[in-house]
């Protein structure tokens, strides 16, 4: 069977890919994968081990510009571009992204079978206009499909998390005493997670360094703060000297398990990646959506868990100082309602979604 993988853009995106194509390699599939030269993909999937055939694409855009109009004459350029790496193909796995416009669209042309994976409840816009020629679409959260037309075939997948992610749950006693050595955590506290994602979130990072004071009399406490490279600073120079309150601040975690191992809560933006590791790894979450994600797409996956019992939703425009220490503390003094939402975020999880996705691949290609 071959398989070309189409999508990137994003490290949130390729990430995924690479997982569900190793699943298809463990089935003796050929995958390749077609994506932009200037993503993320470039770089990770060849080290991965894939072919990678790279070709222009250009984001599809809401607002009336330039670039939105040049677009599609990208696309359509990429689409001549794609078709002689697909139309050998079994079938086409389109992951999101602008990336994965073209080789879906030349997989058409060419008759080739096609399968989306749609990570967010709301669809992006490549989705969107790409699902009504799929074969079927594998989605992420189940509002996705109040989405997308109900004569489509959709299958609530989930999405692929990083195998060391998987091995939170049962490694996390061991897992909890590297990070505790590597990050200069201890042990019988209360950990709080706090990440805007790989790049941070500034508005995060400002209100948790400006809600320091508020917590610093807890002794039971201690904050993991995942700044993002650019914002360390902000959260590292709020921090006092001689207070109860431990704090440790990291602009960038590569071993990422580390920090969910050890997390007994998070607070966090609500990126469909993210939401997926931290309840594969059973973390209960405060969460953040990113308020200018397009069609407001995380406060629509935030709150798909907060219906589940196992996130609360706090939005950016209401986040204050006081608010998020008022939260982190009433969580951090009720073990109840933490042990709850873990297990809801635990029964939520589709921890195989890596399997889901290359079986409905499979099961397409073999038509």
Same mark, same amino acid.
């Given at each position: !069977?071959?398989?070309?993988?189409?999508?990137?853009?994003?490290?949130?995106?390729?990430?995924?890919?690479?997982?569900?194509? *190793?699943?298809?390699?463990?089935?003796?599939?050929?995958?390749?994968?077609?994506?932009?030269?200037?993503?993320?993909?470039?770089?990770?999937?060849?080290?991965?081990?894939?072919?990678?055939?790279?070709?222009?694409?250009? @984001?599809?855009?809401?607002?009336?510009?330039?670039?939105?109009?040049?677009?599609?004459?990208?696309?359509?350029? #990429?689409?001549?571009?794609?078709?002689?790496?697909?139309?050998?193909?079994?079938?086409?796995?389109?992951?999101?992204? $602008?990336?994965?416009?073209?080789?879906?669209?030349?997989?058409?042309?060419?008759?080739?079978?096609?399968?989306?994976?749609?990570?967010?409840?709301?669809?992006?816009?490549?989705?969107?206009?790409?699902?009504?020629?799929? *074969?079927?679409?594998?989605?992420?959260?189940?509002?996705?499909?109040?989405?997308? @037309?109900?004569?489509?075939?959709?299958?609530?997948?989930?999405?692929?998390?990083?195998?060391?992610?998987?091995?939170?749950?049962?490694?996390?006693?061991?897992?909890?005493?590297?990070?505790? #050595?590597?990050?200069?955590?201890?042990?019988?506290?209360?950990?709080?997670?706090?990440?805007?994602?790989? /790049?941070?979130?500034?508005?995060?990072?400002?209100?948790?360094?400006?809600?320091?004071?508020?917590?610093?009399?807890?002794?039971?406490?201690?904050?993991?703060?995942?700044?993002?490279?650019?914002?360390?600073?902000?959260?590292?120079?709020?921090?006092?000297?001689?207070?109860? /309150?431990?704090?440790?601040?990291?602009? $960038?975690?590569?071993?990422?398990?580390?920090?969910?191992?050890?997390?007994?809560?998070?607070?966090?933006?609500?990126?469909?990646?993210?939401?997926?590791?931290?309840?594969?790894?059973?973390?209960?979450?405060?969460?953040?959506? $990113?308020?200018?994600?397009?069609?407001?797409?995380?406060?629509?996956?935030?709150?798909?868990?907060?219906?589940?019992?196992?996130?609360?939703? $706090?939005? *950016?425009?209401?986040?204050?100082?006081?608010?998020?220490?008022?939260?982190?503390?009433?969580?951090?003094?009720?073990?109840?309602?933490?042990?709850? !939402?873990?297990?809801?975020?635990?029964?939520?999880?589709?921890? *195989?979604?890596?399997?889901?996705?290359?079986?409905?691949?499979?099961?397409?290609?073999?038509?």
């Amino acid at each position: !069977m071959k398989v070309v993988i189409a999508g990137g853009g994003t490290a949130g995106h390729v990430s995924p890919s690479v997982a569900v194509a *190793d699943r298809l390699r463990e089935a003796d599939a050929e995958v390749a994968f077609i994506g932009s030269p200037e993503g993320p993909e470039a770089t990770i999937v060849p080290a991965a081990g894939y072919p990678f055939h790279p070709v222009a694409a250009s @984001p599809l855009r809401r607002e009336l510009s330039l670039r939105s109009a040049a677009a599609p004459l990208v696309a359509l350029r #990429s689409v001549w571009s794609s078709r002689p790496l697909v139309r050998d193909a079994d079938v086409v796995l389109g992951m999101g992204g $602008y990336a994965s416009v073209p080789a879906v669209l030349a997989a058409r042309s060419a008759s080739v079978p096609i399968v989306l994976h749609e990570q967010n409840a709301i669809p992006g816009l490549a989705n969107a206009a790409l699902a009504r020629i799929a *074969d079927a679409v594998a989605l992420s959260f189940e509002e996705t499909r109040r989405r997308l @037309p109900a004569r489509l075939r959709l299958e609530v997948t989930g999405t692929p998390v990083r195998e060391q992610v998987l091995r939170v749950p049962e490694r996390r006693e061991a897992f909890s005493t590297d990070a505790r #050595s590597t990050l200069a955590l201890r042990a019988g506290r209360i950990t709080v997670l706090v990440t805007g994602g790989s /790049l941070g979130a500034r508005h995060l990072d400002e209100t948790i360094a400006s809600a320091i004071p508020l917590l610093a009399h807890r002794a039971d406490l201690q904050l993991l703060v995942l700044t993002g490279r650019a914002h360390q600073e902000i959260v590292a120079d709020a921090v006092p000297e001689g207070v109860d /309150l431990v704090i440790s601040t990291v602009p $960038y975690l590569e071993r990422i398990e580390l920090a969910l191992a050890i997390a007994d809560l998070a607070v966090s933006r609500a990126g469909a990646a993210t939401i997926h590791e931290l309840t594969v790894c059973g973390v209960p979450a405060i969460l953040v959506p $990113y308020p200018h994600a397009t069609a407001g797409h995380q406060e629509a996956n935030a709150r798909e868990l907060e219906r589940s019992g196992a996130a609360e939703v $706090y939005l *950016d425009a209401e986040l204050t100082p006081e608010g998020l220490a008022r939260r982190i503390l009433a969580l951090a003094d009720d073990a109840e309602r933490r042990r709850s !939402m873990s297990e809801r975020a635990a029964a939520w999880a589709k921890p *195989d979604a890596d399997r889901r996705v290359a079986a409905l691949v499979e099961e397409v290609a073999s038509r």
